[in-house]
């Protein structure tokens, strides 16, 4: 049973950063791509990143290039989502996804999904 779990959301101020992780687990994760989307209220949930678990290609909503940087940490089985220059646009909760196969970037592509983290940036 694959389990995603994250963490480090919390209350920053814009231009502050934040750093998201995602442990994974129930599973070798080899094969997979891992992706970290957004949903604020009342809107879709958007793509934000994602990585390739084995090669490690990135890839990145133009909204957050050069600011956000996803990355993942082989031997502890963890997707990190390394947030700087943050904006209250930036406001959502933030989940932590998985799927077989190549990178998507639509949510519905993907299989597992954490519980989310809550990410607030004032003004």
């Known amino acids: 049973q694959v389990r995603l779990v994250e963490s480090g959301g919390g209350l920053v101020q814009a231009g502050g950063s934040l750093r998201l992780s995602c442990a994974a687990s129930?599973?070798?994760?080899?094969?997979?791509?891992m992706g970290w989307f957004r949903q604020a209220p009342e809107k879709e949930r958007e793509f934000v990143a994602s990585i390739t678990w084995s090669s490690g290609r990135t890839y990145y909503a133009d909204s957050v290039k050069g600011r956000f940087t996803i990355s993942r940490d082989n031997t502890k089985n963890t997707v990190y989502l390394q947030m700087n220059s943050l904006k209250p646009d930036g406001t959502a909760v933030y989940y932590c996804?998985?799927?077989?196969?190549?990178?998507?970037?639509?949510?519905?592509?993907?299989?597992?999904w954490g519980q989310g983290t809550q990410v607030t940036v004032s003004s």
């Open positions: 129930g599973r070798t994760f080899s094969g997979y791509a």
């Open positions: 996804a998985a799927r077989q196969g190549s990178i998507q970037y639509t949510h519905v592509a993907y299989d597992y």
